[in-house]
């Protein structure tokens, strides 16, 4: 025999064998395409930007939901022929308000993004040979060379 027991806020219901064995006899009640409250993704179905999408990991709110909402609506509107480059200013003000609250958008380390666990027996200064202490002078080798190419065909 199948029951109910409320502990607190939450219903238990305990069903008999039977009661699985048996089809269900549940309506489902048909999708409205235009429920505002249904979700639909990034983009709703007018080409305006969800806000409550929970792909935007919730940050449309918070402290820096403002400056969020002003850099994503821009870059996701912009006609530009380089996507997003007129909202630069909006994500500098976005980066400036989220450095304000460490605590809730920390930063990634550069240092972090490789495996973790290894020992700490790095040596303390690069050595000649080191690649750290090569890329400010190949990026520039890189962009003078590709410069010259593109100039001479």
């Given at each position: 025999m199948s029951y109910c027991k409320q502990e607190?806020?939450?219903?238990?219901?305990?069903v008999t064998k039977e009661d699985h064995e048996a089809p269900?006899?549940?309506?489902?009640?048909?999708?409205?395409p235009n429920d505002p409250y249904?979700?639909?993704g990034l983009i709703?179905?007018?080409?305006?930007i969800n806000w409550n999408c929970p792909c935007l990991g919730g940050m449309a709110s918070g402290p820096c939901g403002q400056q969020f909402k002003e850099a994503f609506s821009?870059?996701?509107?912009?006609?530009?022929e380089v996507k997003g480059s007129e909202c630069i200013e909006?994500?500098?003000?976005?980066q400036e308000c989220m450095q304000k609250?460490?605590?809730l958008y920390p930063q990634e380390d550069e240092n972090e993004s490789g495996p973790s666990g290894g020992d700490d027996t790095a040596p303390a200064e690069p050595s000649n040979t080191d690649a750290a202490s090569v890329p400010d002078s190949s990026v520039d080798e890189v962009t003078v060379a590709g410069t010259e190419n593109a100039a001479t065909s």
């Open positions: 607190g806020k939450d219903r238990i219901i305990f269900s006899n549940a309506e489902l009640v048909e999708d409205d249904e979700d639909h709703l179905p007018s080409g305006e821009c870059f996701h509107y912009s006609t530009e909006h994500f500098r003000g976005m609250y460490p605590e």
